[in-house]
């Protein structure tokens, strides 16, 4: 009996070209999860992601689902599959769904969390998984402008070219800017995302954090729906997709 299985994944994008199978060959995430869903179950698979994660940019909890009749326990699918990828990408759980589950419409809202070092000697072993920020960076003023952006809006200058999209009008329920020690971190929750939207609202609040701009201006930004009016676009590697809702 062909089944829905729900996986929640992990993974290192240092050095994949993000998580969509690429028609050229290029290695991506997605294209070595469905190769090893291959050998486990003996069928052609295809993986249906909740959203598509870039180049560099990594992941705790990304989700996907998948049918399959094969007849091996989903309990054993997260030993099975982990046993034929490579130790940057781990499926932490499968779990069976309706069959009406699909892991991108039936999200509710998902989390980013964008994390830099501010401070001019970077943890070696931290390169990979942050933006090193060393520039003077206050926190309470992108505090002030990240809770703004907080509700529905039309995000188009937030959205990067390459991938529009009908509606530029999503939900951000939450945009929190914290830090500890040398780490600053913002979490943004939104029920979607456009291309790029995260790293291009933390460089605009970055923009704010060296007193470029005062928090007032994200208002003014937001009513010009202009990709030029906002700030540079983050660096990738400071990204994590942290959870989906359903």
């Avoid at 299985?5 to 070209?17: F, N, V």
């Avoid at 069928?43 to 992941?59: E, I, K, N």
């Avoid at 049918?67 to 069976?96: G, M, Q, W, Y």
């Amino acid at each position: 009996m062909q089944r829905n299985i729900k996986l929640t994944i992990a993974y290192d994008g240092s050095g994949y070209h993000g998580w969509q199978r690429q028609a050229d060959g290029i290695v991506t995430v997605q294209q070595l999860l469905e190769e090893a869903l291959v050998q486990v179950t003996h069928h052609p698979v295809t993986l249906r992601g909740s959203g598509r994660t870039d180049t560099g940019v990594h992941a705790d909890g990304q989700v996907a689902n998948f049918f399959t009749d094969s007849p091996i326990p989903n309990e054993r699918i997260p030993l099975a599959l982990n046993a034929r990828l490579p130790k940057n990408i781990r499926v932490r759980k499968a779990e069976p769904v309706p069959d009406d589950f699909d892991a991108i419409r039936s999200s509710k809202s998902k989390l980013y969390r964008y994390t830099l070092f501010n401070h001019e000697n970077l943890p070696p072993k931290m390169v990979r998984y942050c933006y090193h920020y060393w520039r003077e960076c206050t926190v309470e003023p992108m505090q002030q402008a990240a809770a703004l952006l907080e509700g529905e809006h039309d995000f188009a200058c937030f959205q990067s070219s390459g991938a529009e999209r009908k509606s530029t009008v999503r939900n951000l329920m939450q945009c929190r800017v914290w830090r500890d020690e040398n780490w600053v971190h913002f979490d943004l929750e939104a029920n979607g995302f456009l291309y790029n939207m995260v790293r291009n609202i933390v460089g605009t609040l970055l923009e704010v954090g060296q007193g470029n701009w005062p928090p007032e201006k994200m208002q003014e930004i937001l009513a010009t729906k202009d990709r030029q009016q906002a700030g540079p676009k983050a660096l990738p590697n400071g990204l994590t997709l942290m959870w989906v809702k359903y």
